[in-house]
């Protein structure tokens, strides 16, 4: 990413107004949160808003806000109030970063708008009413709730949103691009997958992702000839579960960690794999289909609405449904590229970032419109 905005030859708040001051709510460092709020904050900024980014300090450190022409502050919780108690329009991003922005607003008659990256079903017992008691105080508070997909727009609508509407965050430009000169041959030779099939899946090691049904999965690929590799991008708490099961069932399966080129892992695969339980707008499902790489995922959340009829849907939780879709197109390289020319004609579907920006703006310019109450 630059590390210095790029000026864009366009007026502050050309309508008459004095620049329009918002704040950025980030309640993790999650990517898909992330990318977003760094492609927002750049597109505001360029049409002359004044962005602050609240956000964890590792945030700034991958996604540089400073450099997309924002203010950053770490998220401690006094600078987080002195930011938004000075702004005509604070925009929290997720349901944690909402209920923070909601204690920090107490007070102040600044409109609050939530973007509601998570969802989907909650968890049980204790985890899950605490779950359904945040989402019902967060959508409660804001005075519009944008959803990336229908599915959350519902679910903020029966939390009790007053105002919920569908907002689809676009996909960062660059974000599908292998880096320029980048070999797949070079890529598959590193991972071990020269003479056979890749099958690559990205995202963080939890349960929700489906990583376990997805091992059940490879089980079955060790009879084909060649055996695909299956790598899996990303960290968190399953990893070593999923490594002792790797070693003891002698899956064809690569734990790669974190890694940040994953669009050029994603390059080289012949298939991509979305397991999940649940899935909003989901980076892998875009960046697959961006760069014309065959999909196999779930059809949960908002997925279905996202790739259309460019990709395979299984149900969640069914290995052998799973395995069979990767199988058959593993064996069957016309129908592989039938879905890449699909993927990408779904994904000049999708709204761009000034798309993005331009509707976002307008939600601010409406509030600003508002009678404060």
């Given at each position: 990413?630059?590390?210095?905005?790029?000026?864009?030859?366009v007026p502050a708040q050309s309508y008459g107004r004095p620049p329009l001051r918002t704040v950025q709510v980030l309640g993790g460092a999650?990517?898909?949160?992330?990318?977003?709020?760094?492609?927002?904050?750049?597109?505001?900024?360029?049409?002359?808003?004044?962005?602050?980014?609240?956000?964890?300090?590792?945030?700034?450190g991958e996604y540089d806000f400073t450099g997309a022409g924002a203010h950053f502050l770490p998220d401690a919780v006094s600078a987080l109030?002195?930011?938004?108690?000075?702004?005509?329009?604070?925009?929290?991003?997720?349901?944690?970063?909402?209920?923070?922005?909601?204690?920090?607003?107490?007070?102040?008659?600044?409109?609050?708008?939530?973007?509601?990256?998570?969802?989907?079903?909650?968890?049980?017992?204790?985890?899950?009413?605490?779950?359904?008691?945040?989402?019902?105080?967060?959508?409660?508070?804001?005075?519009?709730?944008?959803?990336?997909?229908?599915?959350?727009?519902?679910?903020?609508?029966?939390?009790?949103?007053?105002?919920?509407?569908?907002?689809?965050?676009?996909?960062?430009?660059?974000?599908?691009?292998?880096?320029?000169?980048?070999?797949?041959?070079?890529?598959?030779?590193?991972?071990?997958?020269?003479?056979?099939?890749?099958?690559?899946?990205?995202?963080?090691?939890?349960?929700?992702?489906?990583?376990?049904?997805?091992?059940?999965?490879?089980?079955?690929?060790?009879?084909?000839?060649?055996?695909?590799?299956?790598?899996?991008?990303?960290?968190?708490p399953m990893r070593a579960d999923l490594a002792r099961r790797i070693e003891a069932e002698a899956l064809p399966v690569r734990l790669l960690?974190?890694?940040?080129?994953?669009?050029?892992?994603?390059?080289?695969?012949?298939?991509?794999?979305?397991?999940?339980?649940?899935?909003?707008?989901?980076?892998?499902?875009?960046?697959?289909?961006?760069?014309?790489?065959?999909?196999?995922?779930?059809?949960?959340?908002?997925?279905?609405?996202?790739?259309?009829?460019?990709?395979?849907?299984?149900?969640?939780?069914?290995?052998?449904?799973?395995?069979?879709?990767?199988?058959?197109?593993?064996?069957?390289?016309?129908?592989?590229?039938?879905?890449?020319?699909?993927?990408?004609?779904?994904?000049?579907?999708?709204?761009?970032?000034?798309?993005?920006?331009?509707?976002?703006?307008?939600?601010?310019?409406?509030?600003?419109?508002?009678?404060?109450?």
């Open positions: 990413m630059s590390s210095s905005p790029v000026p864009v030859p999650g990517a898909g949160s992330s990318a977003h709020v760094r492609s927002l904050a750049t597109g505001l900024a360029a049409r002359g808003v004044r962005v602050t980014v609240c956000a964890p300090v590792e945030a700034e109030r002195g930011a938004c108690a000075g702004a005509d329009v604070v925009h929290a991003h997720g349901v944690r970063a909402g209920m923070r922005a909601a204690l920090a607003l107490r007070g102040h008659r600044v409109p609050l708008v939530v973007t509601w990256h998570g969802g989907g079903p909650a968890a049980a017992g204790a985890a899950g009413r605490l779950s359904r008691l945040l989402e019902r105080h967060v959508a409660r508070a804001a005075v519009v709730v944008l959803g990336s997909s229908s599915d959350q727009v519902d679910l903020a609508r029966l939390r009790g949103a007053r105002d919920a509407r569908l907002a689809p965050t676009a996909l960062p430009a660059g974000a599908a691009a292998a880096a320029p000169g980048a070999d797949p041959g070079k890529t598959r030779a590193e991972l071990g997958s020269t003479e056979r099939p890749l099958l690559i899946a990205v995202g963080s090691l939890v349960p929700g992702r489906g990583y376990s049904v997805l091992l059940d999965a490879a089980r079955s690929w060790r009879a084909l000839d060649p055996a695909p590799l299956l790598v899996i991008a990303g960290e968190g960690g974190r890694r940040r080129d994953a669009a050029q892992l994603l390059a080289a695969a012949d298939v991509a794999v979305l397991p999940s339980r649940w899935e909003a707008r989901s980076l892998l499902a875009q960046e697959a289909l961006r760069a014309g790489v065959a999909l196999v995922a779930t059809r949960v959340g908002g997925v279905p609405e996202l790739v259309g009829d460019a990709a395979v849907l299984v149900p969640y939780g069914d290995p052998g449904a799973l395995a069979e879709a990767v199988s058959g197109l593993l064996a069957d390289p016309g129908r592989r590229a039938a879905l890449s020319a699909a993927g990408r004609a779904q994904a000049a579907t999708w709204p761009s970032e000034d798309d993005t920006v331009a509707q976002v703006l307008s939600v601010y310019d409406e509030l600003m419109d508002r009678p404060r109450r």
